[in-house]
């Protein structure tokens, strides 16, 4: 197995892009497998690393259909649902409390 060719932070030759630069151009890996990576270094710890794709090999990003609007909106719900007095709390419950506010704090919100 060869290699991947690795460069330096901003240096990378025209062609290549990481997967947001991809997204961004409406474009996709599409199955391609790493061709390069970028390397960031720092002072501390080891180098941040992005990998970048052949942007003649990318493909379109594909269109969302109903059924995936369907399956994203079902999702997102369920993130809403507070799983103890099933209400949707209108926002996205923080995993770190599991729960709503007015559940995870009953005391406060008694009044």
């Given at each position: 197995m060869a290699a991947?060719?690795?460069?330096?932070?901003?240096?990378?030759?025209?062609?290549y892009?990481?997967?947001?630069?991809l997204r961004a151009r409406g474009l996709r890996p599409g199955g391609q497998g790493v061709a390069a990576q970028l390397e960031r270094p720092r002072r501390r710890r080891g180098p941040l690393v992005a990998y970048l794709y052949r942007v003649d090999l990318a493909k379109p990003v594909r269109p969302m259909t109903p059924a995936r609007w369907a399956a994203l909106a079902k999702a997102?719900?369920?993130?809403?649902?507070?799983?103890?007095?099933?209400?949707?709390?209108?926002?996205?419950?923080?995993?770190?409390?599991?729960?709503?506010?007015?559940?995870?704090?009953?005391?406060?919100?008694?009044?």
């Open positions: 991947l060719p690795v460069y330096r932070w901003r240096l990378a030759p025209d062609g892009a990481t997967r947001r630069q997102n719900a369920a993130r809403r649902t507070c799983p103890a007095c099933r209400r949707d709390a209108g926002y996205v419950i923080p995993p770190t409390l599991g729960t709503c506010v007015p559940c995870a704090y009953p005391e406060q919100y008694a009044a």
